[in-house]
């Protein structure tokens, strides 16, 4: 199974340990599926990382879990996608990312632009809950 993880995702899963987005990254470390990003993707997710509000929470291990979101996630270049398919700009190459990656998945937690969509091309946009559930094979 491909599977494209929104940053909201990452962080999540980065910040607090046993969220479900946790164990979703686990799932990927684990090699239970196949984790996409792009660079973009990965540019972003450091950038986020350093806003003040992740600076200040102590342990979060940000580093260990970059390196190892690197060495495991297959990288892609976004492929483009219309405009007006998303309002938020800043999700197109998320989405992007998704469509290059030929992923079964995406998985937000952004519920004001990306989940709404549901489906985009072959990919299913869902919530973490409901991706532990698929690739559990619930």
């Known amino acids: 199974m491909r599977v494209v993880l929104d940053t909201n995702v990452y962080i999540s899963g980065i910040w607090w340990p046993g969220s479900k987005a946790a164990r979703l990254l686990v799932l990927a470390l684990e090699g239970r599926y196949a984790l996409y990003t792009s660079k ?4 972003e997710l ?4 350093e806003y003040p509000k992740f600076k200040r929470k102590p342990g979060a291990g940000f580093e260990e879990w ?3 979101i690197q060495a495991v996630a297959r990288v892609v270049r976004p492929a483009p996608v219309p405009r007006r398919v998303l309002a938020d700009p800043a999700d197109l190459p998320i989405l ?22 549901g489906r985009y091309g072959k990919t299913d946009i869902v ?3 409901r991706a ?7």
């Open 127 to 129: 919530p973490v809950a």
């Open 66 to 68: 970059f390196a190892e």
């Open 132 to 138: 532990l559930e698929v690739i559990r094979g619930r």
């Open 46 to 49: 450091r950038r986020v990382a």
């Open 40 to 43: 973009y993707q990965l540019e």
């Open 96 to 117: 992007g990312t998704a469509v290059a990656a030929k992923a079964n998945l995406l998985v937000s937690g952004d519920r004001q632009h990306l989940l709404p969509l």
